[in-house]
C-alpha cells in the first residue's frame, strides 16, 4: 500500500528516557514533516525536510532532533523525556510543486 | 505570519440540518485545506481550494474560498451521523509548504 506509515503506534515511558519514532513514505514525495497535537487537538508544525534538508524548525526544545537518511525517511528523536512531551506525533508528506500532504497514523506518546 | 481562526470550536447539530462551519486567516494563504480527523485516527484530506471563489463538493460537503474576505467556509448540507468528526482548516503562505491548522471544530451530528 502506497502510505505515510509511523512506528510505533503507541509509546508509554517515564520521564527522563530517550525515545524515537520513525516515519516512512513511500508516495516518492520530497518534503517530510512532523506535526505535534496536543491535548486539545491543536496541530502545529514541528520540523520539515526537503530531500533530506532541514528547512523548517520551529520553537522546538533542542531535545527534539530529526533526522532524515533519505527522501523517504523521518524520524524523531527525544532526549530526555518530560510530561509535556506527551501528546500525538504525525508525520506527513507532500510533493512540494503540487501540494496536498498525506499524513501518518500517529504515534500516541505518553511521559508518566 | 499566518493565522488561522476556526468557529465553533463545538458543534452539536441534528441529523437532516445545514451548518457551515467558518475559517479566518490574516493574511495572503497560498492554499486552503479542509481536513477531517476521527477520534484517534489521522488526518483525512477534503479539500484544497487555491484561488479565489474555488468551491469544491464532495457529498454532503462544499467547501468555499473568499481571499478578499479572508475566509473560508465548509458547508454541510443534511448532515447524518457519519460525519461527526473534528474538522480543520489550514492554510500555506509564501511559498512555504508549512501548514497552519486552525483550532479544529468538533462536530456531532444527533438523531
Known amino acids: 500500500d502506497t502510505a505515510v506509515s509511523q512506528t510505533p503506534k503507541y509509546l508509554v515511558t517515564q520521564m527522563g528516557n530517550d525515545k524515537s519514532i520513525k516515519c516512512e513514505q513511500n508516495?516518492?514525495?520530497?518534503?517530510m514533516y512532523w506535526y505535534k497535537q496536543d491535548s486539545k487537538k491543536f496541530l502545529k508544525i514541528m520540523f520539515s525536510y526537503n530531500n533530506k534538508e532541514l528547512i523548517i524548525n520551529e520553537t522546538v526544545p533542542n531535545r527534539f532532533s530529526p533526522k532524515s537518511p533519505d527522501k523517504a525517511h523521518l524520524n524523531l528523536h527525544i532526549n530526555s523525556l518530560e510530561l509535556g512531551d506527551s501528546a500525538v506525533y504525525f508525520c506527513?508528506?507532500?510533493?512540494?510543486?503540487?501540494?496536498?500532504?498525506?499524513f501518518g497514523s500517529g504515534t500516541r506518546l505518553t511521559v508518566v | 505570519e499566518l493565522k488561522v481562526e476556526q468557529n465553533p470550536l463545538f458543534l452539536s447539530m441534528q441529523e437532516g440540518k445545514n451548518y457551515t462551519i467558518y475559517c479566518n486567516y490574516s493574511t495572503t494563504s497560498d492554499r486552503l485545506y479542509w481536513y477531517r480527523q476521527d477520534p484517534g485516527k489521522s488526518l483525512e484530506s477534503l479539500f484544497v481550494l487555491l484561488s479565489n471563489g474555488a468551491v469544491k463538493q464532495e457529498g454532503r460537503l462544499m467547501a468555499s474560498l473568499d481571499t478578499k474576505a479572508r475566509l473560508s467556509t465548509l458547508h454541510i448540507t443534511a448532515a447524518v451521523h457519519d460525519l461527526s468528526a473534528t474538522y480543520f482548516c489550514?492554510?500555506?503562505?509564501?511559498?512555504?509548504?508549512?501548514?497552519?491548522f486552525g483550532t479544529g471544530t468538533r462536530l456531532t451530528i444527533i438523531p
Open positions: 508516495l516518492g514525495h520530497d518534503t
Open positions: 489550514a492554510g500555506t503562505q509564501g511559498g512555504n509548504e508549512k501548514l497552519t
Open positions: 506527513a508528506s507532500s510533493r512540494t510543486t503540487i501540494g496536498g500532504y498525506t
